[in-house]
């Protein structure tokens, strides 16, 4: 078995709301840094899988993200494996 370590990016649909990304933009003007815009929020996971090799290890997070990790009605997701 090897060991791989996982980093996953879930964010925000682009066609849905980020409220919390919003806020942060309001707050970017009050600081003076109006360049900034359009923020969006999100989550990043790291993990670490034992498997045979990568592809079985990118199924596996593939799975964990679909089931669990993002919501695929509200959220997009995308992963890179590499070796620990």
Do not use: W
């Not at 969006?40 to 790291?46: A, Q, V």
């Amino acid at each position: 078995m090897t060991k791989f370590q996982a980093e996953i990016d879930v964010m925000p649909k682009k066609e849905i709301l980020d409220p919390q990304g919003k806020a942060v933009t309001g707050s970017m003007k009050n600081l003076g840094l109006s360049e900034i815009q359009n923020v969006r929020i999100g989550k990043h996971i790291t993990l670490e899988i034992e498997a045979e090799n990568e592809t079985i290890a990118h199924a596996k997070v593939e799975q964990a993200c679909k089931n669990l990790l993002a919501n695929l009605i509200m959220e997009s997701y995308s992963f890179k494996i590499g070796k620990v």
